[in-house]
T-cell receptor, first 116, second 114 residues
Framework: AQKVTQAQTEISVVEKEDVTLDCVYE???????LFWYKQPPSGELVFLIR??????QNEISGRYSWNFQKSTSSFNFTITASQVVDSAVYFC?????????????FGEGTQLTVNP | DAGVIQSPRHEVTEMGQEVTLRCKPI?????LFWYRQTMMRGLELLIY????????DSGMPEDRFSAKMPNASFSTLKIQPSEPRDSAVYFC????????????FGAGTRLSVL
């Protein structure tokens, strides 16, 4: 069975600090997809990024970057120069199959608070 | 393009009443998912459909829950009879069955059963 673990329940930083959110996953499949979603205080779930298991290249998008390491089954998310608007719950998720339109297994989420 | 649309946004009902949550997926998407979010259990998948056909309903908690997708642009999740432990935020998501497999979520329905 697949599993996603986000060990950090809550993180609090001061604006402009860098912060890394950890995600560790378990799966028996060789083909899988990893995701990060953001849930701001308004409650909706916003897609941030998707990576497939064959692509270990790190990705950067503005202040966001993602580090995927198959050797440690981790897919960590770093926010550089954090801002108050980054305050949200962040979820890491795993999908095992492309062809079945399969389920997302979510981690427990990390509540990030960025203080001014 | 409109995103996934859920209604109502908030629902307050009394125990024993029937509750119907509605979802309109993104046009052209052919997979639809219902999730439930609670403090205790986090985000969990209840059921998903491919091309309007239920594929996996193993997450549906019990017979009181049922879901339908009569056509590609509409789905319902029904709880009958509702119980206080059903109080949660219910999300609908849709995706296009391509290599990207990204699920896009609606704003959710916050259900309170008194």
């Amino acid at each position: 069975a697949q599993k996603v673990t986000q060990a950090q329940t809550e993180i609090s930083v001061v604006e402009k600090e860098d912060v890394t959110l950890d995600c560790v996953y378990e799966t028996r499949d060789t083909t899988y997809y990893l995701f990060w979603y953001k849930q701001p205080p308004s409650g909706e779930l916003v897609f941030l990024i998707r990576r497939n298991s064959f692509d270990e290249q790190n990705e950067i998008s503005g202040r966001y970057s993602w580090n995927f390491q198959k050797s440690t089954s981790s897919f960590n998310f770093t926010i550089t120069a954090s801002q108050v608007v980054d305050s949200a719950v962040y979820f890491c998720a795993l999908s095992e199959s492309e062809t079945s339109g399969s389920r997302l297994t979510f981690g427990e989420g990390t509540q990030l608070t960025v203080n001014p | 393009d409109a995103g996934v649309i859920q209604s109502p946004r908030h629902e307050v009902t009394e125990m024993g009443q029937e509750v119907t949550l509605r979802c309109k997926p993104i046009s052209g998407h052919n997979s639809l998912f219902w999730y439930r979010q609670t403090m205790m259990r986090g985000l969990e998948l209840l059921i998903y459909f491919n091309n309007n056909v239920p594929i996996d309903d193993s997450g549906m908690p019990e017979d009181r829950f049922s879901a339908k997708m009569p056509n590609a642009s509409f789905s319902t999740l029904k709880i009958q009879p509702s119980e206080p432990r059903d109080s949660a935020v219910y999300f609908c998501a849709s995706s296009l069955r391509t290599i990207k497999n990204i699920q896009y979520f609606g704003a959710g329905t916050r259900l309170s059963v008194l």
